[in-house]
C-alpha cells in the first residue's frame, strides 16, 4: 500500500474538515476531504437527506455581459440568448471538435459567471483570455454544493426564497449579511443547490447548514460514486480533448441556433459525427458480480477489443460495479453483452442506459409551508 | 504466536513456519469502505514484498505485500461474501490468507505492535 505525496494547498473550510475528522487527500492542487465518515455511509445520506460538499476548488470567473458573443466562438451553447437568472452547461472545444473543458455558464444582470473544473481551470483562464476575453478569477469566493431531497427544507430555513428556483435556475440571496449566488443544480443527480459564497464567510455558512438535521459533510470519495451513478462524465476521465460532445454522448450541450449557425470550434467535425453518428460512445456498463472494473480496464465483445472504461466503481445504491466507457459504436446499443478485463478476469457486462439511478431533478418550483409565498 | 507488521501495513501472524496474513486496521481506514477482496489461491508462491492480493474499496484498487515469502495454503474464503470484514475486523476475522514460510528468517526485519504504533503515529 504506497502512499502518495503531492503538493495541495488549503482551502477555506481546510480547518472545518479536519475537526469533522476529514481524511485529507490531495486533489486539483489542494488539500480536499475524501470522505468524513465512510463513502458509502455519506453517499446513502446524500439520496435520502442531504449532503453538504465543498467544491471550492472549482473555479468561478466572471466575463463582462458583452462577452456573451465572443464566448460563443469557444463553446457551441447559445450564450446570447441566455435569459438572466439561467444556468447553460456547455463545452470549451479545441479546433477539432475535442472537449478542453465542461462548463456552466449563468447570465446574471451585469455579468456571466462561469464555473470550470479545478483541475484545469488555470488553462481555461489562458484559453479565455487568449480568445480577449477579460476573466475576473473569483479566487476570494468558496463553493458549496447542497444536494440531496432534503437539501430544499434545509437550505429555505437559512436562506428563505431559495425553494422557489427551478432546476438549473439562479438568483442572488443573502445571509447573514453576505451576499450568496444560489443555483439549484449539482453533479449528484438528486435536488439540491450550488451556493457561491464570500471565502471569509463561508465557515460560518457551512458550520449553519451542517447544524441543519438533514445535513451531513460528504467528501469527494461521495461526490464521484454520485456522480457516477446519475451517469455525469468527470472531465479528466469520460472527457477530454480525444472526446467530442456527440461521442461523449452531450449532443444536448450543442445548442439549436448553434447547429444552424455553427461557429463554434470544430463545427464541421462534431456537426458531421451528429449527422453520421460517432465511431464510439460513451456508455453505461452494468457489471456483473462483485468486483468492480476501474478507469483503464479494457471492454471486448468476444475476443474483439471494442472499447475502454473511463469510470468505473462499486454502486452504493444499487449494491454492484458500475461503470462508464467508450465502446465501438457498433457495440453499445442498450442491451450489448460485453466483457470487461479485470487484472485478467473476464467480468460479464451489459450496456445500459445512464443514468444507473433516477434522477430527481425539481423542475417545477417547490411549495412551502411558511417562509416563502 | 507473534504479530509482526510491515511499513506497507500488512500484519502476519507467525507460528513456527506457518502465518496468517492480513490489512492493519489503519490499512483499512485509510481505504474505506472494502466491496471486493482478491485473495491468492491455495498453492500460489508468493515473495516477501510482492503483490499477493488485491483490495477493492469503493474508491480505488489497492496490492497488498506478502509481508513474506512462502506458499499460501489458505484464503480466507468469507471475504468473498462479506469483504466488509476487512473494515469490520482487520486484524482477526478479516484476515487475506495463510502461507508456508519459505525463509522465516525474513521475519527479523519486521516490526512488533508496539514498532509498528509508533510508526503509525509518524503519519
Known amino acids: 500500500m504506497a502512499d502518495i505525496v503531492e503538493v495541495a494547498e488549503p482551502l477555506p473550510l481546510d480547518a472545518l474538515h479536519r475537526s469533522l475528522g476529514a481524511r485529507m487527500v490531495p486533489f486539483a492542487g489542494y488539500a480536499m476531504p475524501i470522505q468524513f465518515e465512510g463513502i458509502i455511509a455519506e453517499h446513502l445520506w446524500t439520496r435520502e437527506h442531504a449532503g453538504l460538499f465543498d467544491v471550492s476548488h472549482m473555479g468561478q470567473l466572471l466575463l463582462p455581459l458583452a462577452a456573451d458573443k465572443p464566448l460563443e466562438t469557444l463553446l457551441p451553447g447559445d450564450i446570447t440568448g441566455l435569459g438572466v437568472g439561467v444556468l447553460r452547461y456547455s463545452l470549451l472545444l479545441d479546433e477539432k471538435g475535442g472537449i478542453l473543458d465542461d462548463l456552466m455558464v449563468t447570465r446574471r444582470a451585469d455579468d456571466l459567471y462561469l464555473v470550470v473544473n479545478g483541475a484545469v481551470k488555470a488553462g481555461d483562464i489562458a484559453h479565455l483570455r487568449a480568445a480577449g476575453l477579460a476573466v475576473d478569477y473569483r479566487e476570494d469566493w468558496a463553493l458549496l454544493a447542497l444536494q440531496g431531497p432534503q437539501a430544499v427544507a434545509a437550505l ?12 438549473m435556475r439562479a438568483a442572488g440571496f443573502g445571509w447573514s449579511g453576505h451576499a450568496l449566488w444560489i443555483s439549484r443544480s449539482g453533479y ?39 456522480r457516477l451513478e446519475a451517469g455525469l462524465p468527470l472531465y479528466g476521465h469520460d472527457l ?20 444552424l ?22 456508455v453505461g456498463l452494468a457489471v456483473e ?8 480496464a479494457e471492454v471486448y465483445a468476444g475476443d474483439v477489443r471494442v472499447g475502454i472504461v473511463t469510470s468505473g466503481g462499486f454502486s452504493p445504491s444499487l449494491g454492484a460495479p458500475i461503470a462508464m466507457a467508450y465502446v465501438a459504436a457498433a457495440h453499445a446499443g442498450d442491451g450489448t453483452a460485453l466483457t470487461i478485463d479485470v487484472r485478467g478476469r473476464r467480468l460479464a457486462a451489459t450496456v445500459v442506459p445512464m443514468p444507473f439511478k433516477p434522477k430527481n431533478y425539481v423542475r417545477a418550483a417547490t411549495p412551502t409551508d411558511g417562509a416563502s409565498a | 504466536m507473534t504479530r509482526y507488521f510491515t511499513k506497507d501495513h500488512e500484519w502476519l501472524d507467525v507460528t513456527g513456519d506457518t502465518a496468517t496474513v492480513g490489512i492493519s486496521d489503519y490499512a483499512q481506514g485509510q481505504l474505506g469502505d472494502v466491496v471486493f477482496v482478491e485473495v491468492p ?28 515469502s512462502g506458499t499460501v495454503t489458505e484464503a480466507n474464503a468469507a471475504l468473498e461474501a462479506d469483504p466488509a470484514l476487512v473494515n469490520t475486523a482487520p486484524e482477526t476475522d478479516g484476515w487475506f490468507f495463510k502461507l508456508t514460510l519459505s525463509d522465516p528468517s525474513e521475519i527479523e526485519g519486521l516490526m512488533d505492535a508496539a514498532a509498528y504504533a509508533a510508526f503509525v503515529a509518524t503519519l
Open chain 1, 156 to 167: 429555505q430555513r437559512l436562506v428563505p426564497g431559495v425553494a422557489d428556483l427551478r432546476f
Open chain 1, 188 to 226: 449528484t443527480g438528486e435536488d439540491g443547490f450550488e451556493i457561491s459564497v464570500p471565502a471569509a464567510a463561508v465557515e460560518a455558512l457551512a458550520q449553519a447548514l451542517l447544524a441543519q438535521p438533514e445535513v451531513k459533510p460528504i467528501g469527494l470519495g461521495a461526490r464521484d460514486s454520485l
Open chain 1, 240 to 259: 477530454d480533448p480525444g472526446t467530442t460532445p456527440v461521442m461523449a454522448g452531450l449532443s444536448f450541450a450543442i445548442s439549436k441556433r448553434r447547429k
Open chain 1, 261 to 282: 449557425e455553427r461557429g463554434f470550434p470544430g463545427a464541421d467535425i462534431v456537426m458531421a459525427e451528429l449527422l453520421d453518428g460517432p465511431a464510439t460512445k460513451r
Open chain 1, 289 to 296: 458480480g462483485k468486483l468492480p472494473a476501474r478507469e483503464g
Open chain 2, 41 to 68: 489461491a491455495a498453492g500460489t508462491v508468493v515473495s516477501k514484498g510482492g503483490q499477493a492480493a488485491v483490495v477493492e474499496s469503493v474508491k480505488a484498487a489497492s496490492d497488498v505485500y506478502s509481508p513474506a
